[in-house]
């Protein structure tokens, strides 16, 4: 009783769903899905908070109401050192990502959106995506060649497998390795879109044949507007495809003043549609179109929202506690 009592405190404050111009804006002709189609539910990743003492205080996972924000059940144990964060829910499961404490070797692993005990899926990864189909898998390797960052594809069906090799690590480089995340299929199961960045203020995101590409060269680079006026401040990130093969992604822009900024867009047959703007964090998207993300705090230890989108203006369905109100620090990962 004194855990569901600790574990209704993390979600204290929820708005029941209250629209909210001030978090973002949708462009009319670029509404997805009827409000109120999204998914019942969604998953999120929930740091703890460290002690004062200092050590590894790890992170942990729940499943949480997509119209109210409660706390549903927690999906993976709260153990100090133990550190999974949400990437993706496909066909009933939640995959994430299992860390021991910093510095060691990470897995993937998923856990059944019932719950139920958590099964390895694959050692020495980073990242995993499941194709629509669920005949293929895509993940980014972290162990097994310390000097090359790299995705493999494997055909569970017919055993295939490719590898694309996305850098090589130069002799002294201090940036190394570089950041490849948010791996996702098409709905073709053939071509994949990953956000890429070397270095933290280099972001794009990219698009391979799944099973012919191979060097980080075969790659096909999202548009970005601000690309055209040379804008040194502007980056893609965070891709997701819609059912109708539509590839979305993030556009952030810092400008000269530090003013940050950031739309979800649309890509297909050669057209680029906004479909929010004014985002305030990294949404997770759906087929059908639904996007959900954390909105950023207005000051440095203040509360975290958590806003849904499918059509129409962005509803708010959650404000956490601030900092320090709580065992736990924030949101990590969310996806549905």
Known sequence: MALTVTVTAVVAGCTGGTPASGAGSAHPAAAPASPGAFPAVFAASFPLRPAPTGGSPGERIGLLSSRTGDLLRWLTPRQTGLYDTVLSVHDGWVYFLRGIGPGTSVSIWRVGVAGGRAQLVRAGALDYAVSPDGRA????????????????????????????????S????????????????????????????????????????????????????????????????????DPAYLASGALTYV?????????????????????????????????????????????????????QTIWRWSGGAPVKITTLPSAGASPYYGVGGIAW
């Open 170 to 237: 130069p002799q002294g480089a201090n940036n190394w390795p570089p950041g490849i995340w948010s791996l996702t299929w098409a709905p073709d199961d053939t071509h994949l879109a990953v956000w890429f960045y070397p270095t933290a203020a280099s972001n794009s995101v990219l698009v391979f044949g799944a099973f012919t590409a191979t060097t980080i060269r075969d790659g096909h680079t999202a548009p970005a507007p601000c690309a055209d006026i040379g804008n040194p401040g502007c980056g893609e990130l």
């Open 137 to 168: 898998v895509a993940y980014v390797t972290s162990r097994y060649h310390p000097n090359v960052a790299e995705i493999v594809v494997r055909n569970l069906v017919s055993g295939r497998q490719n590898t694309i090799i996305m850098a090589t």
């Open 251 to 303: 556009i952030r822009t810092v400008s000269s003043g530090g003013t940050a900024s950031a739309s979800l867009v649309a890509w297909q047959a050669g057209r680029l549609t906004t479909l929010l703007s004014q985002l305030g964090g990294l949404p997770s998207v759906t087929p059908q179109g639904q996007a959900i993300w954390v909105g950023a705090p207005a000051q440095p230890t203040g509360p």
